[in-house]
C-alpha cells in the first residue's frame, strides 16, 4: 500500500464526512421535533466542523514549510 503524503488528509476526509453525516441526522430529527436530541446532534456537528478547520490548517501550515 502506498504512503500516503499528508496523513491529514485521511483526518479531513474522516471529519468532513462526520459533518455531513451529523448534519443529515440533525436535519432528521429536527423534522422529528425532539429537540433534545437535535442539540446533541448539532454539537457533533460542530466538534466535527472544528477538526475540518483544524486539518485544513495542519494542511496549510505543512505546504508553507514545503
Same mark, same amino acid.
Given at each position: 500500500?502506498?504512503?500516503?503524503?499528508?496523513? +491529514?488528509?485521511?483526518t479531513?476526509?474522516?471529519s468532513h464526512?462526520?459533518?455531513h +453525516?451529523?448534519?443529515?441526522e440533525?436535519?432528521?430529527?429536527s423534522e422529528?421535533?425532539d429537540s433534545q436530541?437535535?442539540?446533541?446532534?448539532?454539537?457533533?456537528? +460542530? +466538534?466535527?466542523?472544528?477538526d475540518?478547520?483544524e486539518?485544513?490548517?495542519?494542511?496549510k501550515?505543512r505546504?508553507?514549510?514545503?
Open positions: 500500500m502506498a504512503a500516503v503524503p499528508f496523513h +491529514e488528509l485521511i479531513l476526509a474522516a464526512s462526520r459533518l +453525516e451529523s448534519g443529515i440533525a436535519s432528521k430529527t422529528k421535533g436530541t437535535l442539540i446533541k446532534k448539532l454539537q457533533l456537528m +460542530e +466538534e466535527a466542523s472544528v475540518v478547520f486539518c485544513l490548517n495542519a494542511l501550515a505546504i508553507t514549510q514545503m
